[in-house]
């Protein structure tokens, strides 16, 4: 069976919340959803093309002073009907997260110990980090966010990256904790 291809979906989403251009899309892609879902530039511009092409948005050109026209993607209403048909199919799955320091933790009998602590702390500088910037996207959304309809849909996916940051910046502490007591 064909894998489902979510980008479309995730165009489809931008383009409900007015984010129209392909640039204003790659914008809303790298400074919030890149945190939870992947999607390469070079993905973009060929599904908002295939979206236009299955009758799922139409594209318009609009002029810009002293610019090149741009194009502005609007979702149509089977664009709608598909976008609603995948937000209420189920789950199937729990997604397998790669992780490349659990692996290594995982056969960390093969190395030194402090190798092992140096690792999980330079991951835990790295989960304290991009807690700060979830909190920076929080505020950003509180502040600019409020009265839009999609507000309260963005904090809670953003509280899942929260939760479960600090959750693994606590289970960094931890394991140094046993690590250093071994």
């Known amino acids: 069976m064909a894998k489902e ?5 995730v165009l489809l989403g931008l383009i409900t919340t007015n ?3 392909g640039y204003a899309i790659k914008q809303i892609i790298d400074n919030s959803i890149s945190h939870f ?20 948005a139409v594209v318009e050109d609009t002029s810009q002073e002293g610019k090149p026209d741009k194009k502005e993607y609007f979702i149509t209403d ?5 976008l609603q048909r995948w937000l209420q199919q189920p ?7 790669k992780n490349e320091l659990l692996l290594k933790l995982y056969f960390s ?7 092992a602590i140096e ?19 929080e505020r950003v959304i509180q502040n600019t966010g409020e009265g839009t309809e999609d507000a309260m849909y963005w904090l809670i996916t953003l509280d899942y990256g929260l939760r479960t940051t600090r ?5 960094c502490e931890d394991t140094i904790k046993k690590l250093r007591e071994k």
């Open 119 to 137: 690792q999980v702390r330079f991951y835990q500088v790295e989960l304290a980090s991009r807690l700060k910037t979830y909190e920076q996207i």
């Open 91 to 97: 789950i199937e799955e729990i997604p397998t997260v």
């Open 19 to 21: 984010c129209r251009s």
């Open 109 to 115: 009998r093969h190395q030194p110990t402090e190798i």
């Open 37 to 56: 879902w992947k999607i390469s530039y070079g993905q973009i511009y060929p599904n908002l093309k295939k979206l236009v092409d299955d009758g799922l």
């Open 5 to 9: 291809n979510y980008t479309k979906y």
């Open 167 to 171: 959750a693994m910046v606590e289970w």
């Open 78 to 82: 089977a664009g709608r009907e598909e």
